[in-house]
């Protein structure tokens, strides 16, 4: 049986791997759900092949983006951080995530976990679409705009409203593989 997949997947093999394995599929623990919120920010401006190519050595650099161990990063570890060539080299990025790390805990504080917080915008239910073509698939929308605002409200930095889409297709909040691909009901 001949695999189709979303068209933005075709392009690499570390982009048809994170679509057939990861993409959508839905996401409750607070480590990971921070970890894809902080990835999804520092492809603002980029794109997600980018992110993709240099996801290991990210999540080596960011001791995978644990909160615990983000809030504890001073300038020095900062500076060593601006030296890395393996990750997004953008002070204000860097400087983000541990400022998000520290919001995280403000916000679990607040509403229990990141995934409580998250999750009660879809009453704890994917959102399914019916995407024909990839054009159909919008870069925003109403539920991003408003958690987007929620999360600035809240302290958080890079998290616009289209980088917040990104994000809830990519812990399964909204399901947006196509019609036609072969991993929308997995």
Same mark, same amino acid.
């Given at each position: 049986?001949?695999?189709?997949?979303c068209?933005?997947?075709?392009?690499?093999? +570390?982009? *048809?791997?994170?679509? =057939?394995?990861?993409?959508? @599929?839905? &996401?409750?623990d !607070?480590? #990971?759900?921070f970890?894809? %919120?902080?990835l999804?920010?520092?492809?603002?401006?980029?794109?997600?092949?980018?992110?993709?190519?240099?996801?290991?050595? +990210?999540? *080596?650099a960011?001791? =995978?983006?644990?909160?615990? @161990?983000? &809030?504890?990063? !001073?300038? #020095?570890?900062?500076?060593? %951080?601006?030296?890395n060539?393996?990750?997004?080299?953008?002070?204000?990025?860097?400087?983000?995530?541990?400022?998000?790390?520290?919001?995280?805990?403000?916000?679990?504080?607040?509403?229990?976990?990141?995934?409580?917080?998250?999750?009660?915008?879809?009453?704890?239910?994917?959102?399914i679409?019916?995407?024909?073509?990839?054009?159909?698939?919008?870069?925003?929308?109403?539920?991003?705009?408003?958690?987007?605002?929620?999360?600035?409200?809240?302290?958080?930095k890079?998290?616009g409203?289209?980088?917040?889409?990104?994000?809830?297709?990519?812990?399964?909040?909204?399901?947006?593989?196509?019609?036609?691909?072969?991993?929308?009901?997995?």
């Amino acid at each position: 049986m001949e695999i189709i997949r979303c068209d933005w997947a075709n392009k690499s093999e +570390l982009e *048809k791997q994170y679509h =057939d394995t990861q993409w959508g @599929k839905a &996401v409750h623990d !607070d480590n #990971e759900l921070f970890k894809m %919120l902080i990835l999804e920010g520092k492809q603002a401006g980029l794109s997600w092949s980018t992110i993709l190519t240099k996801m290991d050595t +990210l999540c *080596k650099a960011f001791d =995978d983006f644990i909160p615990e @161990k983000l &809030v504890n990063y !001073d300038e #020095e570890k900062i500076e060593v %951080l601006l030296l890395n060539d393996g990750i997004i080299k953008n002070r204000l990025k860097v400087n983000a995530v541990v400022h998000n790390a520290k919001m995280y805990f403000k916000l679990c504080e607040k509403y229990g976990s990141l995934d409580a917080f998250l999750w009660s915008y879809v009453d704890y239910e994917p959102i399914i679409n019916r995407w024909k073509k990839i054009e159909d698939v919008p870069a925003s929308t109403p539920l991003s705009e408003t958690i987007s605002k929620q999360l600035k409200k809240e302290g958080f930095k890079f998290v616009g409203s289209t980088t917040i889409y990104a994000f809830m297709q990519s812990i399964g909040m909204v399901n947006d593989h196509l019609l036609s691909c072969s991993f929308r009901n997995q």
